[in-house]
Structure formats: structure tokens, C-alpha cells
């Protein structure tokens, strides 16, 4: 996949099909838009393109805070390249592009830069300074620069807004089976392995430290899991807790995984954990000797699950 961190980056030696959107955690709904793009593009006639934006429009418009998201640039790259993805343009957001008129947008970004033939939409997008252009603008635009424009049915629009919402929901309430149904893969945090006060080696629990350098990732709900690492590519199983670790006074929020028989050095390097299930919420125990009786409880509760989804 080629990507291009900006649209005035973008090069093809073919006119594109283009769908644009945030297509945040690349679920079971946005996959149905990605593959009529695909699909549209087999005969090697034209080549296939999405336009997203970075950072999100909300958090430019509305505040940086004002949504957390499923993935992270490196971790959506990663899930359009194996949807056979030919070109991705991540292009910054900001306040000046925010200005651009509709016709602006059409003519000088999507023709004359992004050289559409093809523009796979919703029926409910609105585009250009003030999101004042509809879908039938578009459509006129099409005419006058001579483009198709697609749409993209009202049912498989909510199916994306919908799973959005869900997903998240989902997440903050620790309801991995349904987060994950709607993704069609388990969600999953990436981040760098760091060294922490490491408590767990001496209750015979040695946990990695997963720092998350985006702070806008959404972190689920804080309490156990059941989760998964491709390592050395093997898949190693264990449990993450994330929380404060109020039984030893932590102050700040971490997330650390205990792998089962596993032992490596991991420090500094880049993994991802995928969350199987949520096991229970985070609690103060009265001593450690009480916390490691519960982490002996967890782990027979998570070797049970793997078991009997294997």
C-alpha cells in the first residue's frame, strides 16, 4: 500500500476510486464500503484510494479530547494495507482546510490532486466550508468535472454509526465480545515495553509494562483480561490488568500483561495485545498475599477460556 502523509503528496499514474472518512477501527461496517472500492477497481483500470484526516476533525474543531479513537494511525495503516488497500492519504486537519469551500474541495483536491473517476459516498455526507454541500451537489459536481459518484445505501451508513457507538460503548463498559463482533478482530492496544517497579516478580506474577504513546487511543474499561501477543511469532497468552494498582498505591493509570509460560526480555520493544475477554473489575485487596490468591483465581479462569476457545 502506498501511503502519503498529505494530499498534496499523492502520486498515480491511474485515475482513482476514492471513499473518504475517518474509518476509525476499520469494523465490520466500514469493510462492506472498502470492499465495493476494491471490487471496483479489479481490472487494473483505475486504482483504489481512501482520504482520511488526521488529527481527527473533531479534535481540531471540538477539542483534542473530544473523542477518543479505536486505532491509532499506525495500527489503522496496518488494518487497510491487509484489505488490499493500493493508496492511503492521511492528510492533516486543520482550521484552513476546514474553510474550503465545496467546490474548492471537488475541483482542486479530489479532481486535479486526487484525479477521482469515482467517489464511493454515504447519502448523508456533507462536505465543504460549514458542511454546507450535500450528496447532491456532489452528484452535480460529478457531472461538471466528470466523475461517477456512488452512494452508499442508508442501512450500511447505520451499520457504521451503529458499530461505532457500540464499539466504543462496548469498550468502556468491558463488553469485549460485543466490541469485538462488531470489529471482526479483538481489539487490540499497541505500545512499547517499559520497566516498571516490578512488584510482580517477587508474588511470582512478572508483568510487561505497555506504555501507549497516543494519548487519544481508547483504553477499555479498567479491571483483568484474558489477551493474546504474536511474540518471536508465536502467539503467547496471558492476562493485562489495567487500573491504578490501588492495592500497592498506584498513582498513575497502567497497563501491564502477565504472559503465561514465558519468559524473555521484552524492554523496549513494540508489541501489540489483543483483549479476548474481561475477567473482572479492578480491586483493593487488604494485602499482596490476598492479591496473589485472586491473580491465582484469574489465571485459572483465563486458562479455562483459552482452553475452550482454542
Known sequence: MNI??????????????LTLGTFDGVHIGHKKILEKM????????????VLTFFPHPRMVLHGESAVKLLNTIPEKIDLLE?????????????????????????????????????IIIGHDHRFGKNRTADIND???FGKQYDFEVE????????????????????????????????????????????????LGRTIGFPTANFQIEENYKLVPKNGVYVVKSI??????YGMMNIGFKPTVAGEN??????????????????????????????????SVDLLKEQLEKDKKAALVFIKNSL
Open 4 to 17: 502519503f502523509h498529505s494530499i498534496n503528496d499523492f502520486k498515480s499514474t491511474k485515475k482513482t476510486i
Open 38 to 49: 476494491t471490487q471496483s477497481t479489479v481490472n487494473g483500470k483505475y486504482e483504489s484510494l
Open 82 to 118: 491487509k484489505l488490499g488497500i493500493q493508496n492511503l492519504v492521511i492528510h492533516p486537519f486543520d482550521e484552513l482546510f476546514s474553510q474550503l469551500t465545496a467546490e474548492e474541495f471537488v475541483k482542486t483536491i479530489l479532481v486535479e490532486k486526487l484525479q477521482i473517476q469515482k
Open 138 to 140: 456532489l452528484i452535480l
Open 151 to 198: 452512494q452508499i445505501s442508508a442501512e450500511e451508513i447505520d451499520a457504521v454509526s451503529i458499530s461505532s457507538t457500540k464499539i466504543r460503548k462496548a469498550l468502556t463498559e468491558g463488553s469485549m465480545a460485543l466490541a469485538n463482533d462488531y470489529l471482526g478482530y479483538h481489539y487490540f492496544l499497541s505500545g512499547t515495553i517499559t520497566r516498571g517497579k516490578q
Open 231 to 236: 511474540i518471536n511469532q508465536k502467539t503467547v
Open 253 to 286: 493509570l497502567s497497563i501491564e500483561v502477565h504472559y503465561f509460560d514465558f519468559d524473555a526480555d521484552l524492554y523496549n520493544q513494540k508489541l501489540s495485545v489483543s483483549l479476548l475477554k474481561y475477567l473482572r473489575p479492578e480491586e483493593k485487596f487488604e
